[in-house]
């Protein structure tokens, strides 16, 4: 049973950047894949990037690719969200996940593939 925790979440303006993290208890890390998932006012959640077991191979979507980065630190149970250029459609309640299977190209982006869940944080873009 892992226990995972968001933070870093904030107001901001367009253009600026939030470093969202993400503590992890109840065992290593470094034993699940992890994944960041959005969910804005009104419309379902969506997934955001994902990380391997040793943080080698990362997934992003396609509305984030060149302006986000996923990382992790697994020596201290850490899963962080480098997130640049914001803009108002990033505006949206993020959470971390893990899961316990190998990401596939098939199911990085499958959230009922993730196991544990963290509460969220809120982000908030205004133009």
């Known amino acids: 049973q892992v226990h995972l925790v968001e933070s870093g979440g904030g107001l901001v303006q367009t253009g600026a950047s939030l470093r969202l993290s993400c503590a992890g208890s109840?065992?290593?890390?470094?034993?699940?894949?992890m994944g960041w998932f959005r969910q804005a006012p009104g419309k379902e959640r969506e997934f955001v990037a994902a990380?391997?077991?040793?943080?080698?191979?990362?997934f992003y979507a396609d509305s984030v690719k060149g302006r986000f980065t996923i990382s992790r630190d697994n020596s201290n149970s850490a899963l962080y969200l480098q997130m640049n250029s914001l803009k108002p459609d990033d505006t949206a309640v993020y959470s971390c996940?893990?899961?316990?299977?190998?990401?596939?190209?098939?199911?990085?982006?499958?959230?009922?593939?993730?196991?544990?869940w963290g509460q969220g944080t809120q982000v908030t873009v205004s133009s």
């Open positions: 996940a893990a899961r316990r299977d190998p990401l596939t190209s098939s199911t990085y982006m499958r959230e009922s593939r993730y196991n544990y």
């Open positions: 109840g065992g290593a890390l470094s034993n699940y894949a």
């Open positions: 990380i391997s077991f040793s943080g080698i191979s990362t």
